[in-house]
């Protein structure tokens, strides 16, 4: 899979640098570059289904209150 194309305006790319494992939720820490600490709440199965780690190339899509990963 890859993004071709996605009309999120503030992306931050970045690597997983902590992750905290919940039963439903789970806590991604991504370590960007320009915006320091960019931290998203997703569920559990999302973060298995994307294979993330720590070390993870991902892109954080913010938009307004919610933060959104996708893996590169």
Known sequence: MSIQA???RNQFKGKVKEIIRGDVVSE???ETPWG???TSVITTRSVDSLELKIGSEVVALVKSTEVSLAKL
Do not use: R, S
Request: zero cysteines.
């Open 28 to 30: 991604i820490d991504v």
């Open 36 to 38: 320091g600490i960019v």
């Open 6 to 8: 996605i009309n999120v």
